[in-house]
């Protein structure tokens, strides 16, 4: 065995090790989101009874990813100095491309799924070697946290000395890629955690391939192994040896941290949050129902020496019931009464719904609901600007993550694109046009020459400034009622330009400048024709 590889196991064991807990936490609140956690709460359950499962707090997950893919981010790169702005219009172009090449949507809807239930979602952005036919590419992915292994105790990821990514890979694919593993796998000791499923799952003929990055130097490199075979490591690699896996010098990983947690990359979600006020609801449910089910069937007392038929008793089609004896039929057999569910619990469920939404910020509004005779659309836009707050937060952190992510795929770029590359690019209008480029102004390069002298190198660096590409359906209807206002007010009439003018100044929303700038141009255009005549 390599000894790297034997460093890499002692290393992966201990950082699994640490990790156990929060492993355990993921797995319980997937089963929580599939609706299936009365099997955590059953024992304190009796046989038979109802087991409930409202979906409040789903709603509460779902209204949030709602509202996260109504603000999906798009990117725009911005220069830092004068001399690279043209690439950083095609950048702005080409990055989108990228990024919808690689079905980034999805891999941000699965993200933010992963970050509402388990508190961080994981971004992954890797150079793959095989894509467009051996050229290689740029990949993005969504990383199961369940897959991914960091030093205990670190609370950014970028300062974890290792950091381990396991996958399970079909036998068969492994040995096509690497014959020399013909006859040595298995699933092995390093076989991740797996969330519960409804298949029964055979990963008998599967084994853990595990990816080592650690950091060196102030370089990042890699080591891929399996079981106790070495794949690859990019320090017996000549082009990476000197110079790390990765130019950029991080690892390719990116966390989406909800709740922040000290300690950790990982915080906690809203599932962590809500599900205690989830289980009273469930619970509370559970009795309602039981107590439904104990008054909709009567149940009776029946004397053991009884002189009632009690198979006549119990058959509705008999018109008789036959009885022994000269005694009253009513002392042998008498109904058990049900106590209804008192007010006061009802009242406790309905409080605990009230506490979900509350703590959640799940408010009607939010949904699109109304409350006290609100009705207009401006009016409910105003309520649910107002009440996502708290969306808007979590969208915020998104938007770094995604910054990032768009920072590392700029890296990959300057260091892998060596070939020149067509992009189809579409402009505002529909209007498309082909782009073919390279890395080869994004490279480092020579610096300005002063008095004769060279000074130096420089590296173009860029900004990223991000906006949602889409707003809600209450968000557009508030902008549209806001023009219909602006042409009541005549707004555009050239000759109130300049107390149109004003008024903008000092109001703020989305497309002010344009709105201004038609105007302004709008009473340009009165005055040169005044001046003609």
Known sequence: MDKRVEKAQGLLKDYRRGKATLDA????????????????????????????????????????HADAMDNYPEPIVLPREEGDGEDANVLSAVLPVILEQNEF????????????????????????????????????????????FWEPGVHDIQKSKNVFYVELQDNEELEKTYPQLEGKLGTGADKPQEYEQDDALDTSDKSAVVDWYYKKGGTVHFIKYVNDELLYAS??????RERGFYDHGKYPFVFDELFSCEGSPVGFGY?????????????L????????????????????????????????EKDFV????????????????????????MALLNSKIEELKETSGNRDFSQGGTTAGVTAASAIAALQEA???????????????????????????????????????????????????????????????????????????????????KANAFSRTAQNELAKEFYSLHFFDPANAVQA?????????????????????????????????
């Open 387 to 469: 009440g996502s707050k708290l969306s808007r937060d979590m969208i915020r952190a998104s938007y770094r993550a995604f910054t990032q992510v768009c920072y590392l795929v700029i890296e990959l770029v300057r260091q892998f694109y060596e070939e020149p590359r067509s992009f189809r690019i579409v402009g505002t209008k529909g209007a498309q046009q082909f782009v073919l480029y390279s890395n080869a102004r994004l490279r480092e390069q020579a610096g300005v020459e002063e008095y004769g002298v060279r000074m130096g190198t420089r590296c173009p660096v860029f900004d990223i400034k991000i906006r949602p590409q």
């Open 25 to 64: 936490r993921v797995v319980e609140n997937d089963q929580w989101y599939r609706l299936r956690h009365w099997q955590n709460m059953r024992p304190s359950s009796n046989p038979g009874d109802p087991e409930p499962t409202s979906a409040w707090l789903l709603n509460c997950l779902l209204n949030k």
């Open 322 to 345: 036959h009885y022994n004896g000269s005694g009253n039929p009513e002392e042998h057999i008498r109904p058990i009464h049900t106590t209804p569910v008192s007010e006061i619990h």
């Open 501 to 533: 003018l004003s008024c903008l100044e000092m109001m703020d929303f989305e497309g002010k400048d344009i709105v201004a700038k038609k105007i302004a141009e709008q009473a340009e255009r009165m005055e040169y024709g005044r001046n003609q005549h």
């Open 271 to 283: 599932l962590d949050v809500c599900k205690q006020p989830q289980m009273y609801i469930d619970r």
């Open 105 to 148: 949507e999805k891999t941000y809807s699965d993200m933010w799924w992963q970050k509402l239930k388990s508190g961080a979602g994981i971004m992954g952005v890797f150079w793959n070697p095989e894509k467009l036919h051996g050229l290689g590419d740029v990949e993005i992915r969504n990383v199961d946290i369940l897959h991914l």
């Open 285 to 316: 449910n559970q009795v309602i129902m039981k107590n439904a089910v104990m008054a909709a069937r009567p149940r009776w007392f029946v004397r053991a020496d009884g002189m009632i038929n009690e198979e006549e008793y119990a058959d509705w």
């Open 235 to 240: 320090e017996d690699d000549e082009a990476y």
